[in-house]
């Protein structure tokens, strides 16, 4: 297959969501025309906040909406662990000026509609994209010639390369990977709490985490102090099945017998609950098939304990956009290049997830271990420890012997 070609080719994207909008404003910057097909019939997200790491803005700021992004986030002082059976402070660790001296950005959180916001504000502004919404992608083709994709509509559209930014239940990974998820056994409920209704005790500027056996609780504050989001994660009694429905109190009760009164409360306030059975997939060495290859969670979903899912799809289409840069728009060598950049730093993240989940929940004589593990650590180690993660940059993305060869933006 040659994928080589003098002008920029056009790519279709397949989800509108954070990835997909990001990959949209990557693409077409370097001149490419991009069609974002979304299934949804308005573009937009669902759920509560996220976290915004260091990695996260200085991707949004090769995307141009940095500016966007700080103007709707809430920068916080600490990051805070908590545990959830006594009430005693596990660690916490300043992420105000010497933490953005260290990381050039600082660590904020937002709610998942205004990041969207954020980004598809600068797609609108962003000549060369075209947003179809109500289209659910069904069948994927592809030859010499270019990439098909029909919808359940019976609506067809081609383009050079196809991109699948369509989350952990991508229509397009099944083309590529084929494999299945993995689900977790431990239930996710979010929900958004005005600040009136927030314990004035609980009313802190930090991703607090107070971390039980078997479950963990995690708040923070978002637009601007108006509101706090709320997690509650627990391991399920049930035999889970991958979905997202309506929660009940009653079940998040049942499960947060054995921790104390002062983060207890915060489960009586929520008056609607989402409930998620959380899944991710085991990372694998290839996630490109010729024209198509997959970005964010359709490349490698992850559990929420890194608060890295949405910050690695940033990361990804900034690299996809600077493969293709290099590449001189040759796409066969820009998507290995973008593999290769990819692979190895996300599947540790997805590991490493796994991992803190198991230290979130750790009970017993292991939930002992893990309070010690942090006893005495200062500032400057969890920098250190954490460099891998927040170190990402546009200027360190790929994975090159050489400097990127310079090609003029269209945008």
């Given at each position: 297959?040659?994928?080589?070609?003098?002008?920029?080719?056009?790519?279709?994207?397949?989800?509108?969501?954070?990835?997909?909008?990001?990959?949209?404003?990557?693409?077409?910057?370097?001149?490419?025309?991009?069609?974002?097909?979304?299934?949804?019939?308005?573009?937009?997200?669902?759920?509560?906040?996220?976290?915004?790491?260091?990695?996260a803005f200085a991707a949004l700021d090769a995307l141009g909406a940095g500016a966007n992004a700080r103007a709707r986030a809430v920068f916080t002082d600490r990051l805070i662990m908590m545990d959830a059976v006594d009430a005693t402070e596990v660690g916490t660790f300043e992420v105000g000026q010497a933490f953005r001296h260290r990381f050039n950005n600082?660590?904020?959180?937002?709610?998942?509609?205004?990041?969207?916001?954020?980004?598809?504000?600068?797609?609108?502004?962003?000549?060369?994209?075209?947003?179809?919404?109500?289209?659910?992608?069904?069948?994927?083709?592809?030859?010499?010639?270019?990439?098909?994709?029909?919808?359940?509509?019976?609506?067809?559209?081609?383009?050079?390369?196809?991109?699948?930014?369509?989350?952990?239940?991508?229509?397009?990974?099944?083309?590529?990977?084929?494999?299945?998820?993995?689900?977790?056994?431990?239930?996710?409920?979010?929900?958004?709490?005005?600040?009136?209704?927030?314990?004035?005790?609980?009313?802190?500027?930090?991703?607090?985490?107070?971390?039980?056996?078997?479950?963990?609780?995690?708040?923070?504050?978002?637009?601007?102090?108006?509101?706090?989001?709320?997690?509650?994660?627990?391991?399920?009694?049930?035999?889970?099945?991958?979905?997202?429905?309506?929660?009940?109190?009653?079940?998040?009760?049942?499960?947060?017998?054995?921790?104390?009164?002062?983060?207890?409360?915060?489960?009586?306030?929520?008056?609607?609950?989402?409930?998620?059975?959380?899944?991710?997939?085991?990372?694998?060495?290839?996630?490109?098939?010729?024209?198509?290859?997959?970005?964010?969670?359709?490349?490698?979903?992850?559990?929420?304990?890194?608060?890295?899912?949405?910050?690695?799809?940033?990361?990804?289409?900034?690299?996809?956009?600077?493969?293709?840069?290099?590449?001189?728009?040759?796409?066969?060598?820009?998507?290995?290049?973008?593999?290769?950049?990819?692979?190895?730093?996300?599947?540790?993240?997805?590991?490493?997830?796994?991992?803190?989940?198991?230290?979130?929940?750790?009970?017993?004589?292991?939930?002992?271990?893990?309070?010690?593990?942090w006893k005495g650590r200062d500032a400057n180690g969890f920098y250190d420890a954490l460099a891998w993660l927040y170190g990402w940059t546009v200027d360190n993305c790929l994975a090159l012997e050489q400097p990127a060869a310079p090609l003029a933006q269209a945008a």
């Amino acid at each position: 297959m040659n994928t080589q070609t003098q002008l920029p080719p056009s790519a279709l994207i397949a989800g509108g969501g954070i990835g997909g909008m990001a990959a949209a404003l990557s693409l077409a910057r370097l001149g490419m025309p991009v069609t974002v097909l979304e299934q949804a019939a308005q573009l937009g997200e669902i759920g509560a906040g996220i976290q915004l790491g260091p990695n996260a803005f200085a991707a949004l700021d090769a995307l141009g909406a940095g500016a966007n992004a700080r103007a709707r986030a809430v920068f916080t002082d600490r990051l805070i662990m908590m545990d959830a059976v006594d009430a005693t402070e596990v660690g916490t660790f300043e992420v105000g000026q010497a933490f953005r001296h260290r990381f050039n950005n600082p660590y904020a959180v937002i709610h998942r509609a205004d990041i969207h916001t954020a980004i598809l504000e600068q797609v609108q502004k962003t000549p060369g994209i075209t947003l179809v919404t109500g289209c659910h992608v069904e069948a994927i083709r592809q030859d010499d010639s270019g990439v098909a994709v029909t919808d359940s509509t019976g609506r067809s559209f081609h383009a050079d390369v196809l991109v699948g930014c369509d989350g952990v239940r991508s229509v397009v990974r099944d083309k590529v990977v084929g494999d299945n998820v993995r689900v977790s056994g431990h239930v996710v409920y979010r929900a958004v709490i005005p600040v009136e209704r927030m314990p004035a005790a609980l009313r802190i500027n930090a991703p607090v985490v107070w971390a039980g056996p078997n479950c963990h609780l995690v708040h923070y504050p978002l637009r601007n102090g108006e509101q706090y989001n709320l997690v509650v994660t627990f391991h399920s009694r049930e035999q889970e099945v991958w979905n997202v429905r309506d929660g009940s109190k009653e079940e998040v009760l049942s499960y947060f017998t054995g921790i104390d009164a002062l983060p207890r409360q915060l489960l009586e306030l929520p008056e609607n609950w989402k409930r998620w059975s959380t899944a991710d997939r085991t990372p694998v060495a290839n996630w490109t098939d010729g024209r198509i290859t997959l970005l964010g969670d359709a490349a490698h979903p992850m559990l929420q304990y890194l608060a890295q899912g949405a910050c690695m799809a940033l990361e990804d289409a900034v690299t996809l956009g600077e493969a293709i840069r290099h590449c001189r728009f040759n796409m066969g060598a820009a998507f290995a290049l973008y593999q290769k950049s990819r692979i190895a730093r996300t599947a540790r993240v997805v590991l490493s997830a796994r991992e803190m989940g198991r230290l979130y929940h750790a009970s017993g004589v292991e939930r002992l271990v893990r309070n010690d593990l942090w006893k005495g650590r200062d500032a400057n180690g969890f920098y250190d420890a954490l460099a891998w993660l927040y170190g990402w940059t546009v200027d360190n993305c790929l994975a090159l012997e050489q400097p990127a060869a310079p090609l003029a933006q269209a945008a």
